[in-house]
C-alpha cells in the first residue's frame, strides 16, 4: 500500500487514510496529547438549571473559594494562579485566571482579582457547572496577620501582605514592575526591569554615586557655556529657555565599556547642577572638547 500512489488511496478512502499511513512511517509528526491529572486543589459546583446571571456566578464564586483556601491551608501552601472555568450546555468551556505575586489562601483578596475579570464570561444559554483550579501553589510558612486588637490610632492595622495585595490588583489593569541593578556602570545599563516580586540583589557599594532614580527616556540635547573648556557650565540653554547655573558639582567621568562599546564611543563627564528656580539636573559634556572649542551637553536627567 505504501508504494500506491496517493491521489486514488485519498478520493476512495478519504485524507485520514494517507494521514495515519504518514504518522506510522513517520514521515509526519504525530503530537501526543497526555491527559493531565486533576490538580490537587480544586472546587466545583453543578446545577440543575443552567445559571446565566452575574450575579449567580459570584455567588458560586463565594462558595468556591473559601473551599480551595481552606484546602490550600491545610496543605501549609498558597496558590499563585487560580482558574474559574465555566462550562456552557453548548459544549463551550470558557476560562478566567487571576495571579498573584506571593503565594496567598485570602478567599477575599482572590475575589476582587476576579471581580473585573469576570466581565469576559459569555453564559449565552448558561452555565451547567463552575469550576475553581489552583493551577500553581507554593509552600507558605505561618504567619501572624495582626497584633491582637490591631488598631492604630483607630485605623485598622495593615497586614504584611497589604503590598503584595495592592500589587496584584494593579497588575491586572496595567504592567507592574521594579527596577534591579546590572553589572555596569554606563547609565542606560546599570538597571533593568525586573518583576515586581522579583528578589534584587543590590551589589556591593551599590548607591554610593548619586544619580537620578529615572533617567529621560531620550537624552535632550543642550547649549552650555562654561568658565573654562572643560568646567562645569555656568549657564544652560535648550531651544528658547535659558538657565543660570548656581551650583554645580562633578565632573565625575564615565568611560565607554571597551568589551560592548563600538571603539569611537567617546566618554562622558556628568555634572549635578542646581539651576535658577530650584530644579535640579544631571547633565553630561560627550567627549573632549574640540579645537573650535565646540562639545556636545545632553540633559540626563532629573533630580526630583
Same mark, same amino acid.
Given at each position: 500500500?505504501? @508504494?500506491?500512489? *496517493?491521489?486514488?488511496?485519498?478520493?476512495?478512502?478519504?485524507?485520514?487514510?494517507?494521514?495515519?499511513? #504518514?504518522?506510522?512511517?513517520?514521515? *509526519?509528526?504525530?503530537?501526543?496529547? $497526555?491527559?493531565?491529572?486533576?490538580?490537587?486543589?480544586?472546587?466545583? =459546583? #453543578?446545577?440543575?438549571?443552567?445559571?446565566?446571571?452575574?450575579?449567580?456566578?459570584?455567588?458560586?464564586?463565594? !462558595? /468556591?473559594?473559601?473551599?480551595?483556601?481552606?484546602?490550600?491551608?491545610?496543605?501549609?501552601?498558597?496558590?499563585? =494562579?487560580?482558574? /474559574?472555568?465555566?462550562?456552557?450546555?453548548?459544549?463551550?468551556? @470558557?476560562?478566567?485566571?487571576?495571579?498573584?505575586?506571593?503565594?496567598?489562601?485570602?478567599? +477575599?483578596?482572590?475575589?476582587? %482579582?476576579?471581580?473585573?475579570?469576570?466581565?469576559?464570561?459569555? $453564559?449565552?444559554? &448558561?452555565?451547567?457547572?463552575?469550576?475553581?483550579?489552583?493551577?500553581?501553589?507554593?509552600?507558605?510558612?505561618?504567619?501572624?496577620?495582626?497584633?491582637? &486588637?490591631?488598631? !492604630?490610632?483607630?485605623?485598622?492595622?495593615?497586614?504584611?501582605?497589604?503590598?503584595?495585595?495592592? %500589587?496584584? =490588583?494593579?497588575? @491586572? !489593569?496595567?504592567?507592574?514592575? =521594579?527596577?534591579?541593578?546590572?553589572?555596569?556602570?554606563?547609565?542606560?545599563?546599570?538597571?533593568?526591569?525586573?518583576?515586581?516580586?522579583?528578589?534584587?540583589?543590590? $551589589?556591593?557599594?551599590?548607591?554610593? +554615586?548619586?544619580?537620578?532614580?529615572?533617567? %529621560?527616556?531620550?537624552?535632550?540635547?543642550? @547649549?552650555?557655556?562654561?568658565?573654562?573648556?572643560?568646567?562645569?557650565?555656568?549657564?544652560?540653554?535648550?531651544?528658547?529657555?535659558?538657565?543660570?547655573?548656581?551650583?554645580?558639582?562633578?565632573?565625575?567621568?564615565?568611560?565607554?565599556?571597551?568589551?560592548?562599546?563600538?571603539?569611537?564611543?567617546?566618554?562622558?563627564?556628568?555634572?549635578?547642577?542646581?539651576?535658577?528656580?530650584? +530644579?535640579?539636573?544631571?547633565?553630561?559634556?560627550?567627549?573632549?572638547? %574640540?579645537?573650535?572649542?565646540?562639545?556636545?551637553?545632553?540633559?540626563? &536627567?532629573?533630580?526630583?
Amino acid at each position: 500500500m505504501l @508504494q500506491q500512489p *496517493r491521489a486514488p488511496l485519498a478520493r476512495r478512502f478519504g485524507a485520514a487514510l494517507t494521514d495515519t499511513l #504518514d504518522a506510522a512511517t513517520g514521515e *509526519r509528526p504525530r503530537p501526543l496529547r $497526555p491527559l493531565r491529572p486533576p490538580p490537587d486543589f480544586a472546587a466545583a =459546583r #453543578d446545577f440543575l438549571e443552567p445559571i446565566v446571571t452575574r450575579e449567580a456566578i459570584d455567588a458560586t464564586l463565594d !462558595r /468556591l473559594l473559601p473551599e480551595v483556601c481552606a484546602e490550600l491551608e491545610k496543605a501549609g501552601r498558597g496558590a499563585r =494562579r487560580l482558574a /474559574l472555568l465555566a462550562f456552557r450546555v453548548d459544549g463551550n468551556v @470558557q476560562a478566567v485566571a487571576v495571579g498573584t505575586g506571593l503565594p496567598s489562601r485570602d478567599a +477575599a483578596h482572590f475575589a476582587r %482579582l476576579f471581580r473585573e475579570k469576570l466581565e469576559r464570561l459569555s $453564559p449565552g444559554f &448558561g452555565f451547567e457547572r463552575l469550576a475553581l483550579e489552583a493551577l500553581a501553589t507554593e509552600a507558605v510558612a505561618a504567619a501572624q496577620a495582626a497584633l491582637p &486588637g490591631g488598631r !492604630r490610632g483607630g485605623a485598622r492595622a495593615e497586614t504584611p501582605w497589604a503590598l503584595a495585595q495592592l %500589587l496584584d =490588583r494593579l497588575s @491586572q !489593569r496595567l504592567a507592574v514592575w =521594579r527596577l534591579a541593578p546590572r553589572a555596569s556602570h554606563w547609565p542606560e545599563r546599570a538597571v533593568a526591569r525586573v518583576g515586581a516580586f522579583d528578589p534584587v540583589a543590590l $551589589p556591593h557599594g551599590w548607591g554610593a +554615586a548619586r544619580r537620578p532614580l529615572r533617567l %529621560l527616556r531620550r537624552p535632550l540635547a543642550l @547649549q552650555a557655556m562654561a568658565m573654562l573648556p572643560d568646567g562645569p557650565p555656568v549657564l544652560l540653554r535648550m531651544s528658547q529657555a535659558s538657565w543660570r547655573v548656581l551650583r554645580a558639582e562633578g565632573p565625575e567621568r564615565l568611560e565607554p565599556e571597551w568589551w560592548r562599546d563600538r571603539p569611537d564611543r567617546r566618554f562622558r563627564d556628568y555634572y549635578r547642577v542646581e539651576v535658577a528656580g530650584g +530644579a535640579r539636573l544631571w547633565v553630561c559634556r560627550s567627549g573632549p572638547v %574640540l579645537a573650535d572649542g565646540t562639545t556636545g551637553w545632553w540633559l540626563h &536627567g532629573r533630580f526630583e
